[in-house]
């Protein structure tokens, strides 16, 4: 996959694209409803006999036109979402930087400057895609704003459980840390990735070494609590538990949120090594002990309920949505 990035005022220096069937969105998440999207447009490449696309744009808008929130956490960082999308067989992926100078684009300059001159001669977007200023676009609006250059396909709303399969949903899920409904959603677990650091090595004291995970600002993460997780080091996933919090036991007044790992069956120094951790079920609320001894005994009992629920997992989390 091509993976093009895009600066407003455009300047294409005649890199001569091939006809292109593109999907068009934010795509956070690279959820279910989004792979529809993508999908279609991979399908309607494959049958007109073009390439496919999706054009996607970064920073979130909210960060640009938001008059308060200047920090947008995702479901998909930008690299994340890079690869969700190589991984469905895309040919081209346009990033857009979005600032309010592109923002302020009328929607027929929009279509004229970012789809048009791209050589595209298919358009697929969902049926709530808005674009130029103030979202005055929509694919309502997209057939005169195509001036005839281009086709186009608008994909209904997915639903699951009777609700919409949307971005707004999937966060909310995490931010709950309800993160054992997300594979319904995303059509895949819930990830984040970061980078192994020294913590206080307490955990090997007592017999359950961690890994200490300094989790990428990017990312959403779960709430305080414990959960079934899985871990990926180098090329090997490992089954494990996973603390999100402040180690209430051992510090009074600690405030920074830290993500730690017990990895089952694995006992090498990782320090500095990128990992990625693969959200489960959530365990139980953190809490404060009395002493050691009660903490390992609870530490004993969340490894057992998560080895249980590894054992137990079934490809019922992954079935399809109703279409």
């Not at 690279?30 to 447009?41: D, N, P, S």
């Not at 969902?126 to 005055?136: A, I, L, N, T, V």
């Not at 999937?170 to 650091?197: D, H, K, M, S």
């Not at 694995?266 to 693969?278: K, L, M, N, P, R």
Request: net charge negative; with cysteine; charged share 25%.
């Amino acid at each position: 996959m091509e993976v093009i990035k895009l600066n407003y005022p455009l300047n294409l220096n005649k890199i001569g694209l091939p006809p292109l069937s593109m999907a068009l969105g934010y795509f956070d998440g690279v959820h279910r409803g989004h792979q529809k999207v993508i999908l279609e447009a991979k399908q309607q490449a494959d049958q007109k006999g073009l390439l496919s696309a999706v054009m996607t744009f970064d920073p979130h808008p909210s960060v640009v036109l938001g008059k308060s929130e200047k920090h947008v956490q995702y479901i998909t960082p930008i690299a994340d979402k890079i690869n969700l999308i190589e991984a469905i067989g895309i040919d081209y992926l346009f990033i857009v930087h979005f600032t309010s100078e592109f923002a302020n684009l009328l929607p027929q300059e929009f279509i004229d400057q970012y789809v048009i001159d791209l050589n595209v001669k298919h358009v697929v977007a969902g049926f709530d895609f808005s674009y130029g200023r103030m979202g005055k676009g929509t694919m309502e609006t997209l057939p005169f704003h195509s001036r005839e250059k281009f086709n186009f396909t608008v994909v209904e709303k997915l639903t699951c459980g009777a609700e919409k399969v949307s971005s707004t949903r999937i966060r909310q899920f995490i931010r709950e840390g309800n993160t054992v409904e997300l594979p319904g959603l995303l059509g895949r677990f819930y990830i984040t990735a970061g980078e192994v650091i020294h913590g206080d090595k307490r955990g090997r004291t007592i017999g359950f070494p961690t890994a200490n995970v300094e989790t990428f600002d990017e990312y959403i993460l779960p709430p305080l609590g414990v959960y079934a997780v899985r871990i990926k080091i180098g090329e090997n996933w490992y089954e494990g538990v996973c603390n999100v919090g402040t180690k209430p036991t051992f510090n009074m007044d600690a405030f920074r949120v830290s993500v730690e790992v017990n990895v089952f069956h694995f006992d090498q120094s990782i320090y500095g090594e990128h990992v990625i951790v693969e959200w489960h079920k959530y365990l139980r609320k953190e809490q404060k002990f009395s002493g050691i001894e009660e903490l390992v005994s609870q530490i004993e009992r969340d490894k057992q309920n998560a080895i249980q629920y590894f054992n137990k997992i079934d490809k019922h989390l992954l079935n399809d949505c109703e279409k």
